[in-house]
């Protein structure tokens, strides 16, 4: 205001050099009214005074016959402009409005869609765990009659229940902030832990790759889960001769875990979707999924900052590659003796050379 005060009075002391201050004048009320924009009422107001302060300040420029009547044009064009611009400030305040509101429906659904997924697994949970539990005394009373493999149906699918609300909570949890409870996980060692865990599971070719020693921040128990996750489609999707291999390497700076396998491959078609929930491809082998393993495992990549990346070819194997953020804090903190694992697959053995070959099934 005293801005605008001291320029209108420049206008009439130095009719001759009105147009700089009525330019500041109109200049300076654009940069104030960009910095909050003002109710349509009070703008209005102010845009008034200031045309007619103007518009006096030029008439008496014009009066003393210092500027010709033309320069009294300048005011009405400039509140014009003034007001296109306010209208658009308008427009594109309604727009954000408009935006908050959908975002904020957006962000409540997803939220109610979350609770509802949790409260639902939630109480899934107890009866299953409790029809699951009296399922398999059942199975045992059976032992030995023909009713027994009925019964086994309903422990099968008791468990890909419990187990589809247990992989339903984790996904539906895995957008809340406090998903992750990061700590300095060793890749190498962790993998060594997790192969340990797997060997006795399945008759398969198990071996560790290149296991780069690189520490990373991550919840130990979700990687845990996802890798799980991957470990049993690689046992799924492979026979007893079949080499399954996981690795640790470092690219670009960013930890890569890899889980490659030498099975049944998946269709280039299939592999756009496999990641999708409740997606489950053909060939998935005997025993029937609940399509939810690579959604968890994407999930938690994402809670991670990274991605999980899938390379296949059908009849050769598949490779998972879960990405962590590109951080390289090497931390060769791992001891010697974390890394070994029973006879047969102990990478110490190995000869390191052999494991920088091309994987056999060439998606390597
Ligand atoms: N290593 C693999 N080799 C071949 N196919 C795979 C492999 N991993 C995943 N797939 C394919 O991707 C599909 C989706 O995998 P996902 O783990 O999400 O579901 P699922 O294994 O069918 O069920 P769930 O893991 O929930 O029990 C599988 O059904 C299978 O067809
Ligand atoms: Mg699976």
Redesign the pocket.
């Given at each position: 205001m005293a801005f605008c005060a001291i320029n209108l009075c420049v206008m009439v002391a130095f009719p001759r050099w009105e147009t700089i201050p009525f330019y500041f004048i109109w200049i300076s009320l654009t940069l104030v009214y960009g910095f909050r924009a003002w109710s349509a009422k009070s703008t209005a107001c102010v845009v008034a005074v200031v045309t007619l302060a103007t518009f006096a300040a030029i008439g008496y420029d014009v009066s003393v016959h210092v500027q010709s009547a033309g320069e009294l044009d300048e005011v009405p064009l400039m509140a014009a402009m003034f007001g296109l611009m306010v209208w658009h400030v308008q427009r594109r305040l309604a727009a954000d409005g408009e935006w908050r509101l959908v975002s904020e429906e957006n962000a409540r659904l997803l939220s109610m869609q979350r609770r509802f997924l949790q409260d639902a697994s939630h109480q899934l949970r107890t009866p299953i765990t409790i029809a699951l539990g009296h399922a398999e005394l059942l199975a045992q009373d059976l032992s030995g009659r023909t009713e027994r493999s009925d019964v086994d149906v309903v422990v099968g699918e008791l468990t890909r229940l419990r187990?589809l609300g247990e992989?339903l909570l984790v996904i539906a949890a895995s957008e809340d902030p406090e998903f992750l409870r990061p700590e300095p996980v060793a890749l190498n060692s962790f993998i060594a832990q997790v192969i340990r865990k797997w060997i006795p599971t399945a008759p398969r070719r198990w071996e560790l790759g290149r296991l780069d020693p690189v520490t990373v921040n991550g919840d130990r128990e979700r990687l845990g889960l996802a890798l799980d996750?991957l470990l049993?489609?690689?046992v799924?999707?492979t026979g007893a001769g079949d080499a399954i291999r996981l690795s640790v390497v470092v690219k670009d700076g960013a930890p890569h875990m890899i889980v490659a396998?030498t099975?049944?491959?998946?269709a280039p078609s299939?592999l756009e979707s496999?990641f999708d929930r409740f997606?489950?491809?053909?060939?998935?082998g005997g025993s029937r999924?609940?399509?939810?393993?690579?959604?968890l495992v994407r999930a938690v990549a994402h809670a991670h900052g990274g991605e999980i990346l899938a390379r296949?070819e059908p009849g050769l194997g598949?490779e998972f590659e879960f990405v962590f953020p590109a951080r390289a804090a090497d931390d060769p903190a791992t001891s010697a003796d974390e890394l070994a694992v029973p006879p047969g697959t102990d990478p110490c053995d190995a000869d390191t050379t052999a494991m920088e070959e091309p994987w056999p099934n060439g998606i390597r």
């Amino acid at each position: 205001m005293a801005f605008c005060a001291i320029n209108l009075c420049v206008m009439v002391a130095f009719p001759r050099w009105e147009t700089i201050p009525f330019y500041f004048i109109w200049i300076s009320l654009t940069l104030v009214y960009g910095f909050r924009a003002w109710s349509a009422k009070s703008t209005a107001c102010v845009v008034a005074v200031v045309t007619l302060a103007t518009f006096a300040a030029i008439g008496y420029d014009v009066s003393v016959h210092v500027q010709s009547a033309g320069e009294l044009d300048e005011v009405p064009l400039m509140a014009a402009m003034f007001g296109l611009m306010v209208w658009h400030v308008q427009r594109r305040l309604a727009a954000d409005g408009e935006w908050r509101l959908v975002s904020e429906e957006n962000a409540r659904l997803l939220s109610m869609q979350r609770r509802f997924l949790q409260d639902a697994s939630h109480q899934l949970r107890t009866p299953i765990t409790i029809a699951l539990g009296h399922a398999e005394l059942l199975a045992q009373d059976l032992s030995g009659r023909t009713e027994r493999s009925d019964v086994d149906v309903v422990v099968g699918e008791l468990t890909r229940l419990r187990r589809l609300g247990e992989r339903l909570l984790v996904i539906a949890a895995s957008e809340d902030p406090e998903f992750l409870r990061p700590e300095p996980v060793a890749l190498n060692s962790f993998i060594a832990q997790v192969i340990r865990k797997w060997i006795p599971t399945a008759p398969r070719r198990w071996e560790l790759g290149r296991l780069d020693p690189v520490t990373v921040n991550g919840d130990r128990e979700r990687l845990g889960l996802a890798l799980d996750a991957l470990l049993e489609n690689a046992v799924r999707h492979t026979g007893a001769g079949d080499a399954i291999r996981l690795s640790v390497v470092v690219k670009d700076g960013a930890p890569h875990m890899i889980v490659a396998d030498t099975g049944s491959g998946i269709a280039p078609s299939e592999l756009e979707s496999i990641f999708d929930r409740f997606r489950t491809g053909i060939g998935a082998g005997g025993s029937r999924g609940t399509g939810l393993g690579l959604a968890l495992v994407r999930a938690v990549a994402h809670a991670h900052g990274g991605e999980i990346l899938a390379r296949s070819e059908p009849g050769l194997g598949s490779e998972f590659e879960f990405v962590f953020p590109a951080r390289a804090a090497d931390d060769p903190a791992t001891s010697a003796d974390e890394l070994a694992v029973p006879p047969g697959t102990d990478p110490c053995d190995a000869d390191t050379t052999a494991m920088e070959e091309p994987w056999p099934n060439g998606i390597r």
